[in-house]
């Protein structure tokens, strides 16, 4: 079976005011299987939408490339099996939620009012039907989107901040609703900085940064490795000079020790440490790695580098 986006050093360049050449996609490597939920995640100005746009051949690339459901992105018939929902879709808002998906029905040339009350179901709009686009709230537009998404039965959905600006309870039906999609068989690329819900729903990830892939791979992999934090009271001065392993942060005041450990540590030591100095521990907590702590730390430690490659110019 051929992966639903495959890219082999797939580049994007612009020509700079200088009269040079700036890469804001660089030898883009990504890897999606079929079936799965895919996060691309990274800061503003990293290279998502400029890459979601050469998948979708809406941009062409520098040079590399690039295939979808292992037919290259140029070919008009893969198109027919893609649906994309921008950050902000732009509606008629004078029109209703049933005359919206009619209107996209018929640009497939699709006719068939039964499927699109069928999709206004699924996405639970079919009571507001009748009401305009501008009487909808922002989750009422994002759900309009997913099912105007839907009309072409698509076997893969491009998705653009699915749950930015969503209160929580709209947050949780688009969620469950791009977990449904999945359990249907389609593969959903999203592209979001709302890390708290592509930790939730994502199957894998990657993080592009600066147009670079900095890490690729399944969630439970990259989130591998957590921290422990043990938390003390009574301790001498003494022990918490004497704690120093790598990657460790160790904090103390009046008696009272925290000390934030990697789950993979001496864990034992410390304690020893502690108890042989009389003092008393409180709490041992510990902790998954987050998304959001992987997220910064790679972002942080590719920016470092990259200074410090400029700084020995």
Known sequence: ???????????????????????????????VEEGEIFGFLGPNGAGKTTTIKMLLNVITPTSGEAQILGKDVDDIEVHRLLSYLPEKPYYYEHMTGMEILKFYASLFGINDNEKCMRLLEKVNLAGDMNKTINQYSKGMQQRIGLAQSLLNDPKLLFLDEPTGGLDPIAHIEIRDLILQFRDEGKTVFISSHELSDVE????????INKGTIEK?????????????????????????????????????????IIVDMPDSADTNSVIDSIRTGKGTISSIIPRRKRLEDLFIETVRDANQVIKDKEDAK
């Open 1 to 31: 079976m051929p992966a639903a986006i495959e890219t082999n050093k797939l580049t994007k360049s612009y020509k700079t005011k200088n009269r040079g050449t700036t890469n804001v996609v660089n030898n883009l490597d990504l890897h």
């Open 200 to 207: 939730r729903i994502c199957d894998r990830v990657a993080i």
């Open 216 to 256: 690729q791979g399944k969630l439970e992999d990259l989130l591998a490795g957590g921290r422990v934090e043990i938390t003390a009271d009574g301790v001498p001065q003494n022990v918490s000079d004497s704690i120093k392993l790598t990657d460790t942060i160790v904090s103390f005041k009046d008696g009272r």
